[in-house]
């Protein structure tokens, strides 16, 4: 069964309808805000406290598409969140240029690789230094403080720049293998974008922190864009910081703030502050799964609702939402679609050549969805088996309830075989996160003469459990909680779990790990 979503056209898959009326959707909000409300903070620096106003974001953005000259260019932008790199992202999305966004930090190897793959004429970094890793002798390369003196001394009430249709080039994850390559139109970036400030119900009084980094999908559309369409103020800050991530909530009279389940789970050991729940009425949490015992903690220490959301890059972030209040929110569930039609459908048993085929309701499922954030392939030639007859196979496994809600249980890459029995990984997790000595887990699979696959699981233990003690005690534990051919074999302690930038736990390094016999 097809399910779509309310805000959705009656043809989802008419991209094209869509692009032609949200290529300039940007830009005209951000002129409509500027016109009727100039003065209004569009972006605050959380740790400078600087402030750009609607009016000064508009001229900031003509005149930085002045300086990045003609498109279309291929820019490579290396920057930390912030209203340089904000406003960067504008001028790129409505000048007609390709964004490549990179961490600051990311290692020569991540430079050169953008290098290869895009080839760009512009490299906007730090400094000069930051700019030789990438080894683009053609390139020319401009600073952030260029950038920064740029917005500084745009002035309103220039003449307006006519929008040009931008897109932003990134790539997968890579958590279960190589990452490939997405080009999102600026049309499918603002089409997510408003479904977001709907899911949310976001208005111009909002005020939404985001503490995520801008070289990936999440902060730039979920934050940045979103609040843009909303006519609101957006504060960001340049990274998390437990210490002072609720001083910032009170300081800037926050409203809702994007957050991701691992820093969920650093501001659990944190004390609630007095002020709670003030403004804020909720924090949404994305790019990784949320146990619902984490999310049921977080609510019942500090009083404020987590909205867990799922989306993916394909999708310019966001396709699942769990209402805002008064809306209901299911611990455990990441919500209904917004933009989107999804369906569960039998995974393909080998290449069969068959059509896609839904589940029975309730049963699990591979998710499918499509729409006009969705992309229609990636770059080049890679993974042509994820599209099927204008549905995307995210790989992703799951089920619907009753009322529709989305609950995800794995991965099919990620799923374990034992014996012909399968083992999700979430599942296990789930419930070894509920004992109060595990603050993080991981379960993967490890190869097996007996059963060609077994459960192990990686454990971040909360205090001083000897080892033994706690392997003993949880396979215990999860024992009573789960089938016998669940229950991991083996109890690895370790410091930390390995997780990529967006916060998803990053198997194939636990497995390269286990592979070579470290603990």
């Known amino acids: 069964m097809v399910v779509a979503t309310p805000h959705a056209p009656p043809d989802a898959t008419g991209t094209t309808r869509a692009t032609a009326t949200l290529n300039d959707h940007l830009h005209r909000a951000l002129v409509h805000a500027a016109l009727r409300r100039p003065e209004q903070p569009f972006v605050i620096e959380a740790e400078t406290g600087r402030v750009l106003t609607y009016g000064q974001c508009l001229a900031a953005v ?5 300086m990045l000259g003609m498109p279309p260019k291929r820019i490579a932008l290396a920057l930390p969140g912030g209203i340089t790199g904000a406003v960067l992202w504008l001028s790129a999305l409505t000048g007609g240029h390709v964004l490549v966004p990179l961490a600051p930090d990311a290692a020569d190897t991540e430079k050169a690789r953008v290098t290869c793959l895009y080839a760009p004429d512009l490299l906007i970094v730090e400094d000069e230094d930051a700019a030789r890793g990438f080894g683009c002798a053609a390139a020319t390369f401009v600073t952030h403080d260029r950038c920064h003196e740029v917005i500084q001394q745009a002035r309103p009430g220039g003449l307006l720049v006519p929008p040009l249709p931008g897109k932003v080039a990134l790539s997968t994850s890579g958590t279960t293998g190589e990452p490939k390559g997405v080009i999102l139109e600026g049309a499918r970036i603002a089409w997510t974008a408003e479904q977001i400030r709907l899911s949310h119900r976001l208005i111009p009084r909002d005020r939404g922190l985001t503490v995520l980094p801008f070289s990936h999908v999440n902060a730039p559309v979920v934050s940045l ?15 998390f910081s437990r210490d002072r991530f609720w001083e910032w909530i009170e300081r800037y009279q926050i409203t809702w703030a994007s957050i991701v389940p691992t820093v ?24 990784a799964p949320l146990p619902a015992a984490r999310l049921r903690a977080f609510e019942a220490t500090f009083g404020i609702p987590v909205i867990e959301t799922y989306g993916l890059t394909e999708a310019a972030s966001t396709i699942v939402a769990n209402p805002v209040p008064p809306g209901r929110h299911k611990p455990g569930s990441v919500g209904l679609p917004i933009g989107v039609d999804l369906r569960i459908c039998h995974v393909p048993s080998g290449e069969d050549g068959l059509s896609l085929e839904d589940v029975a309701p309730g049963e699990q499922g591979e998710i499918c969805v499509r729409g006009p954030g969705v992309v229609s392939a990636y770059r080049g030639e890679a993974g042509q088996e994820s599209f099927d007859a204008g549905w995307f196979r995210t790989g992703d496994l799951g089920y619907r309830d009753e009322e529709g809600y989305l609950f995800i249980t794995g991965r099919l890459r990620e799923m374990i075989n034992r014996g012909g029995e399968k083992i999700a990984p979430r599942e296990v997790e789930e419930v070894l996160l509920t004992h109060p000595a595990v603050r993080d887990a991981a379960v993967i699979g490890r190869p097996d003469t007996q059963y060609g696959e077994v459960a192990v699981a990686y454990i971040v233990a909360d205090g001083g459990w000897p080892g033994d003690d706690l392997a003993r005690c949880l396979r215990h534990y999860a024992a009573a909680r789960l089938s016998a051919f669940k229950v991991p074999v083996d109890y690895v302690r370790v410091e930390e779990l390995p997780r990529n930038p967006n916060g998803k736990i990053n198997r194939a390094a636990l497995r390269t790990r286990h592979a070579g016999g470290a603990g």
Not at 62 to 66: F, P, V
Request: aromatic share 4%; glycine share 6%.
């Open 264 to 287: 969920l789970t650093r501001l659990l050991d944190t004390p609630k502050p007095g002020f709670l729940p003030g403004a804020l009425r909720f924090v949404r949490t994305a790019s």
């Open 225 to 239: 864009c979103a609040s843009l369409l909303a006519g609101s103020t957006i504060v960001i800050a340049r990274r």
């Open 62 to 66: 003509n005149d930085l598409r002045r």
